[in-house]
Each structure stands twice: as C-alpha cells, then as structure tokens.
C-alpha cells in the first residue's frame, strides 16, 4: 500500500467529491461469479489511500438477473458484501445494474434473446423486459437499498452502447420515456438516493436515444462521462490545449444550461487518460489541469475517474487501452497519475477548491447539437480569458432564472 | 424421498445403464451462481431413489468461461462439488460443456459477440474461439477429469439450436471438422473418458452441420436425443402408434447403420414426454414400451431420461412444457411416470433385459435422408413381427461386416 494518509473521514462533506470507478484487480468484474474477499479488500484499500471517498461498480445484467423472474440472490448478497468491505474503507458506493456494456463487451440476459430469431428485445419498450427490471431494481433496493455506504443506482452503463450493436435504436422521446419508468424503479426500489443514468457524449451530441433536456431533468444529478480521447480532441487540437483540457469543463457547463433545478449537480462520473492516446510524460500535468478545470465549476457533485486497477493482461479481447486506465497497475504499484489525483485530493482537503463564478454565458441556439460548431466557441473564450457559462437561447430573456445562476452577460455565437 | 429401494451398488455393470438429465429443482441450471448444496443434494437423493446410475448436468458457457481466456475456477469447483455430491448418492456424471443452447434459452459468450455488429463468431471455424473451447476443456479436465464420478464430456448440447438463430450455419464436412477438434481437446483434456456430441434428431433428418458418417464415427459411442414430440410423432401417427412406440428404437438402430467400429454403441442421452403432447394417462405405458423397445436393441450404452425435476414455475420464459417434464414435481413428489421407470429398472436389476438379435436389415440407400420414406417402411416391418437392423447400401454387400453384426437378410425398400 503507498504510503499516502487515509482521507478524512468526513469526507462526504467534501464540495466536490473523489472517486475512483472501481475495476477488480483480480479478474475485472467477472469476479461476481468467482469471489474473493481478499483481494476485493486490498483494491479497496488501495483506493482508500489515495483519498478517495467512494468508487463505481458495475453489475452485470445476466449475471444478476439470468431469468426474468429471478434476481439471483448470492449476486445480491456479494453486491452487498462488496458495499460492506467498502464500508471498512469509508467508501461510498454508486451500484450500476443493466449492463449491458461495459468495457467494450456485451452482456445480454439469455431471457432477452429470441431463440428463433437471435433478436434481442428491444428493452426500451418491450412491457416484459421493463417489468422484468423494476423486479431487478427491487430486489438490489431490498438487499441494499438501506445500505449506509450505498450511494444510489446508476441504471446503466452508457446503454446505447449495449442497444446500438444489437439493432435496438429509439427516438429520443421514447428514451426519455425509459428514463422516468427506470427513474421511478430506482427511486421506488430505494427512496433519496443518488440515481443516476451513466452517459457518455454521444446522446448529448446525436439527437439520439435521449433528449438533453430529459437528461439534464431526470435522477438525481446529471451524470456524464468524458472521455475526450474517444472523440479524438488530443489528435484534433493537441493534448495539452484548450480544449483538451477544458474538455469536461465544457460538459459540466453545457449540462447545466439543461437543468431547470438551478440547485442541480453534474456529476463527471467517468473520465480518464491512456497512453494509448498520449505521451506518457504528459498524462500526470494533463490530469491535474483537466481536473483543476472541472472544480472551476459552481454545481459539481465529483469526479470519479476510471479506473482503480489496471485489467488483468490475462483476461484477453478488451480495447488494448482499457488494460492502461488504472491508476495503479494491475499488481498494485502507484502509477504517476494515481500520485497526481491523490496529491490534489489532499490538497482540495485542505483548501477546498473555489469555483469561478461564471457570469458570462454563451448562449446556445435551442435545438442546436452542441458540437464543434459550439464546442469551439466556448474555447475560444477560454482563450481569451473568459470562463463562460451557457444558457440556452429559449432561457436567455427569462430574467429570474438568470439571475437565479448569477448571469449578467450573454455573448451569441457570432460574437466569438 | 419416495419408499424406493437404492440400486445395487454395481449398477455401473448393468447391460444398459438408466439416469436421468438433472434439473435441479431450486432455480434450474441458475444454480450454478447461486449455490445451494443442500438442495443438490436432496434432488441427487430423488434421482438415486429411483434407482439411477448415473446424471447428466448442463454447464453454462458464458458462467464457465466469461472471457476467451479465463475459466472461472469457482464455476469449475462447482461442478466437482457436484460431482462429489452425485458421488454420495453413487451417480456417474456426464458434463455438457460447450452450452450454447438449454431449455429454449441462448447462453452467449460475451467474448463471442462483435461489439460493433452484435454478431456472434462463427464457433465452429473462428481460431480464437476454438483456442478459448480447448482451454475451456482443458480447465475441466484439470478440476474434474479424474473425478471417479466423472463419466466424460457431452461437448455441446444441440449445438446448431444454438447457431442457427444467430445466423451460423456449417457445411457438414466442416461440423465434422469442429466434431473431430472437439472431441481431440476433450480426449486430451481428461482421456478414456465417455465423450459424446449430444445431439437429437436434426443432423441425422438434414444434411445441415454434421454428416451421419461423423455422428456415428466420432467421440466414445453415438449420443443421441429422441423426442418424438418435437417432430409430431404423436399427432401423425398417434400416441400409441408402432412409430411412437418405437422412435428412440429407429434412432438405435439407424444410427448404428453408420458405425464402423461394430462394438459402437448408441446412447439414448435424452428422451422425454410431455402432457402437452399426449393424455397424462397415456405416458406411464407408453413410457415403459418405449424403454423396452429401447432396450431391446443391442449396443445400447444407456437411456437418460430427460428429467429430474419440474422447472420452478417461479422461473419465467420457458416452452410451457418443460415445466412438465420432470419425473419428479418442483417440490420433490414422484410423477406416475418416475414409478414407471423406477419399477422398469428395479425389474431390469433382477432380470437384466436381454436384447432381440436382428438378424434382418433393412437397406438404406447411400446419401438418402433417412426421414418419412425410411422411417415408415421401417416400422412397417416392426407392424409385420420383424425387428430390423439397418445396414447402409454402401456396405450392404460386405460379407465379413454383415457376419460381424450378425446379419443374414437383407430387406430393400421395394419390398416393404
């Protein structure tokens, strides 16, 4: 174990929380059906000591739920023995449930495949599969939905992902539609918790699956995933430019023009940095100020990075980058980027991070997808030393909400 | 448990061996991820009540092996564990690996779905995949293959039920490719054991995956599934009909035409009825004749009835009959069938059921599928007071090989 101190113990109260998204060092999360304690106990600890006050876990659908009409209950049971070894290392945690995809492979329920056909239900719509996961996210809330360390559900795993292979594809409403019954599951399943759907860019930049106005109005806070070497910002502007590392400042700030809870959070619940995608000696300095930028933002819950541990080089068939994303290695050393995060950690634990008050906003056209033609502008600004906010178009005129988010300036496309 | 006595303890030595294909009572193969000892356990006891040998179990290809390169050695405990507790109630067990296709559900490999496309390699030719089956057969060998209860690996169940909805299909030359490869790994992994493709009707009716020539020439004897439900049987020809009667009795004999070596035998590995298929005061007799029409052949291995126990009716999504096909219910009470075959194999102890030489073959052509216009004729002359063998054309003028089987008329088509 390095030798860093063990954060604070109230580290709840943090204004912006740390987080790892876990990733067993033993054999990933296919660890569900090959249990081990031990090493689950020394991940934990390794995460505890770099600070962090809660991690990211991930279920796999057919795993936890392989009928129907049956939640497997020794799955349940090592979920919440996972959420216990956590508690031993003050570890809140964030439970994700229909994967789905994760990682690059595919889990499909064997009840969901039609074995005539090979389809697979289209789980958005189909009245069995949504009775089918209310009982999934019933039986997680009665096993650990009263869990001290139980932070609340992410439905799932960037799910597009998981439908997009499969021929699954729905309109943007029907989406949202699936948003608020899962929404409804979850918080009925385990009232007050912090539920999530785990996102990455791709609804907010395709009016596709989701709408960003369900998403920044539906669960508790707004969670995004942003993963900037997945939509090649490195090669396009450079690594250490502006847009490289304001990438997840940009989403926290577009995300919050959709919120019409001025009080509602972003949560960045995945971002991270391989090698694969640059220089090695650049990644430690491309971390701290990716992560400086994101608690810039007023209304930031955290920052969960991915990942904890290295993917086991034996386990085979994932993206070679995924076997680089840890912050340690796969047997337990501190890598350099571990080092930075905690060293940031221990710092915002002494003086908490101050964010910037954006009172200049940018004003984003409704309907708009906020890509390039958006994305670059709000740089632009950053280059010339504004910190912007954004606002849609249709909110620019409403004088109370305005002054609700403390926004006295409103700068148009064309003035960029 | 029922007021049965248990079999002799050499019931490995009886002429034709008598199991069951286990279904365990609590939460079916899902028991695999969610074990329970003690209810294996008292099912084992059922199915040993009954005076069985030996069972059949269904492992579960994605829970075996969820990655190409990583067999889960808790999965691989499981099955010894099972294998030690089949040994308590003295139950050889064969194991069915490669599945793929059980109950009407497709188990897929998460590793074997393109996550880009959602198509599913081709299994039977893709050398990444047929790395991953020969480790998988290797990391069973090493945990159970010299298991004294292990009788040897069934390599797949049905396995083109399993391709066929994902949309791969083989040519026969290159089924019986994968057949030799498998069953090469499989003799590796644990040697000298009962090795068998478990397959029913379908190659043999259909000149689709595997040819009758590698059926009946690969692995240790030639496995195979009578279900005279499954191909109207009933309802053509009626429930006590000589063709129902004698289904599983063509099947032997059939089979046996393609054999090379003449010790081969044949191995009813499943068979079945269901009262969605015929009167439930029917099954008891009609039961009972088609066991002693089985048994009356020679080089018969052994039957296996399919089942143990009902499907939990809590566990949804099943063909409404597999809930039925239990001998015994879901709470453990024998079905009037369970006695039939109880009775059936206590008599068969005492007086081992002597075979009917068939000193007659019936002739069948070279290259003909030998469905309705073989099977009639055959069951023709069963309706006239012969018992056929069945010789292929091909080898029908081949003095020493009719001799070695004892055959001295042969009976063409024409003249039936």
């Known amino acids: 174990m390095p030798a860093v101190a063990e954060a604070a113990p109230d580290s709840r109260s943090r204004r912006v929380r740390f987080g790892l998204n876990y990733t067993p060092s033993k054999n990933w999360w296919y660890c569900w059906s090959d249990w081990d304690a031990q090493s689950i106990r020394a ?18 659908w057919p795993e936890l739920q392989p009928n129907a009409t049956f939640v497997r209950p020794e799955m349940v049971n090592r979920v919440r ?5 956590a508690g031993e290392r003050h570890l809140d945690v964030e439970v994700t449930v229909l994967n789905g995809a994760v990682s690059g492979f595919l889990f499909v329920p064997p009840w969901m495949i039609n074995n005539g056909t090979g389809k697979v239900a289209n789980f958005f719509t189909d009245q069995d599969t949504l009775a089918a996961t209310q009982r999934l996210f019933a039986a997680l809330g009665r096993g650990i939905g009263r869990h001290p360390r139980f932070l609340g559900f992410d439905l799932s795993n960037e799910i597009y992902w998981f439908a997009q ?44 699956y989701f709408s960003r106005d369900a998403l920044g109005s539906t669960g508790s806070v707004s969670a995004n995933h942003t993963w900037a070497g997945w939509v090649d910002i ?29 009080r509602r959070q972003v949560w960045i619940e995945e971002t991270g940095i391989s090698s694969v995608w640059m220089d090695p000696e650049l990644i430690p300095r491309w971390t701290e100020q990716s992560i400086r930028n994101m608690v810039s933002c007023e209304d930031l819950w955290g920052v969960t990075w991915w990942c904890s541990h290295e993917v086991n080089r034996g386990l085979t068939g994932f993206n070679p980058l995924e076997y680089d994303l840890g912050v340690y290695t ?13 060293d940031l950690v221990r710092e915002y ?27 670059e502008p709000f740089m632009r600004l950053i280059d010339k030393g504004v910190r912007p906010a954004v606002v849609k178009a ?12 403390g926004i006295d300036k409103l700068i148009q496309l064309d003035e960029v």
Request: charged residues 25%; glycine residues 6%.
């Open 43 to 60: 991940d934990l600890a390794d995460i505890r000591a770099l600070g962090m006050d809660h991690i990211r876990i991930m279920g796999l």
């Open 81 to 85: 023995e996972l959420l216990d070894l």
């Open 165 to 208: 292979p499969l021929g699954i594809d729905v309109a943007p409403a029907v989406g949202d539609g699936w948003l608020r019954t899962m929404f409804a599951d979850a918080e009925a399943a385990a009232p007050g918790r912090l539920h999530v759907a785990g996102i990455d860019h791709f609804p907010w930049l395709n009016d596709d």
């Open 234 to 262: 490195f090669s396009t502007y450079g690594p250490m430019s502006t847009p490289s590392l304001h990438y997840s400042e940009y989403f926290i700030e577009l995300i919050k023009a959709f919120h019409t809870d001025p």
């Open 330 to 342: 796969n047997d337990r050393r501190l890598k350099p980027i571990g080092a930075t995060i905690a």
């Open 349 to 375: 634990d002494r003086n908490p991070p101050k964010p910037i008050h954006r009172s200049a906003a940018l004003v984003l056209p409704d309907g708009m997808v906020p890509s390039i033609p958006f994305f």
């Open 394 to 405: 249709s909110r620019a005129t409403d004088k109370a909400y305005l002054e609700a988010r």
